[in-house]
């Protein structure tokens, strides 16, 4: 770190902090802001944060047990063409994406902490990973989700899917473009690193074949204990602001507005009021029903969970339609939260530099899924 001086941009970030405090209390009041801010800020640590840690912990302890006994390795081979094909990427990549698929974000960082999966990638391919992963985070939660609300979902469910694999290479494409600017690596670099001598051979630990299971088990379970407490900061600093500009005055079963009592998840609701200024954007884009539609994409910026949440009540309410669950679902999976989740897992990898590219890469990659699922799902309800 470098010493300087008071500068402008220490008068701007003050007078950010000002405005900011400014806007939450002028609404909700100064008790009722702090409390919010606080509450939300446990309960993000309580219903997210920590299982994400549990995710992680497991993921961790499935990716020691895999690198252990050669699955990775094997896996490797497996998906080596297809994911060199459309990421540009080794293929024992594909198994942080799966690994994302099946549980959050942070597995394919769980994964990364193994050696074997380590050593396949050339360190302009690391800070590409967090996208790789983010795009296909909750993603079997998110796809239950939906079709357990309804089975007539389900065809909507596979087109956001397919939809969420576009956006996945957009973004995973952009940021390996900025990565290897800043590597200064060749653009017709190989994507597979070359072997050399005895690089790829397995490191196996000595004992019996239940002593080695154990403990690749448990040292990959710490890793995901490191994981998830890395990512905490991240996820209740970004997320608890995201929430309150998302959510508004509490509202009783009626839905009567009812006064501000500090609770968690209450806030201003401005993203949602911007938001309906720009549905003449939104509406070509994602083919909305309505502009309470506009909400999803933004609570999935910062929790995936939570943005899944409301869509019930959206649902009873009318403002969703099928069209709708596929570009959610697409939506949903290629975004997954990253803005709450990527700063600290660029942190963790050690490529913090790279942080606001491939938080630009991504929000691409989303972008891009939503369209190719709002007009895929016209084509094909044409075609039927």
Do not use: C
């Not at 799966?98 to 050339?122: G, H, M, T």
């Not at 994981?227 to 009626?254: K, N």
């Not at 939104?282 to 909305?288: D, E, H, I, S, V």
């Not at 009318?318 to 600290?344: C, E, P, Q, R």
Request: hydrophobic share 50%; proline share 3%; net charge neutral.
């Amino acid at each position: 770190m470098k010493k300087q001086p008071v500068t402008l941009e220490t008068i701007i970030v003050l007078v950010f902090f000002i405005l900011g405090f400014i806007l939450f209390s002028s609404d909700m009041g100064v008790a009722n802001f702090l409390n919010t801010m606080i509450n939300t800020s446990f309960y993000l640590l309580i219903n997210v944060a920590l299982w994400i840690m549990a995710v992680a912990v497991l993921t961790g302890a499935m990716a020691g047990i895999f690198s252990e006994f050669g699955i990775i390795a094997l896996l490797n081979y497996a998906f080596s063409f297809i994911v060199r094909i459309i990421y540009r990427l080794p293929g024992v990549a594909g198994i942080g994406a799966l690994s994302a698929y099946l549980s959050d974000n942070p597995a394919v960082i769980s994964l990364y902490k193994e050696r074997e999966f380590r050593k396949q990638f050339k360190n302009y391919q690391v800070p590409v990973l967090v996208n790789l992963g983010t795009s296909f985070g909750m993603g079997l939660v998110i796809a239950i989700f939906f079709i357990a609300l309804d089975s007539d979902f389900s065809m909507a469910v596979g087109i956001g899917v397919f939809a969420s694999i576009i956006g996945s290479i957009v973004s995973v494409r952009m940021l390996t473009y900025y990565s290897k600017k800043y590597y200064k690596i060749p653009k017709d670099d190989n994507p597979i690193k070359v072997i050399d001598d005895d690089e790829f051979l397995r490191e196996v630990r000595e004992g019996s074949f239940v002593n080695r299971f154990l403990e690749s088990a448990l040292d990959g379970g710490k890793n995901g204990v490191e994981i998830g407490l890395q990512i905490i900061p991240g996820i209740l600093i970004i997320s608890t602001f995201i929430m309150m500009l998302t959510y508004g005055q509490p509202v009783d079963a009626f839905g009567n507005i009812l006064e501000y009592t500090g609770s968690a998840k209450e806030g201003i609701a401005l993203l949602p009021t911007l938001g309906n200024h720009i549905m003449f954007i939104m509406k070509p884009l994602f083919g909305f029903t309505s502009s309470e539609a506009i909400a999803f994409p933004l609570i999935s910026l910062g929790s995936a969970g939570a943005a899944i949440g409301i869509v019930p009540d959206f649902i009873k309410a009318g403002f969703v339609s099928v069209k709708d669950i596929a570009v959610f679902t697409a939506i949903g999976t290629t975004w997954s939260g990253y803005l709450s989740t990527h700063v600290g897992m660029m942190d963790t990898l050690g490529v913090r530099p790279l942080t606001t590219k491939a938080i630009f890469s991504h929000t691409i990659g989303g972008i891009v899924s939503g369209v190719v699922a709002n007009y895929l799902f016209i084509l094909i309800s044409a075609l039927l």
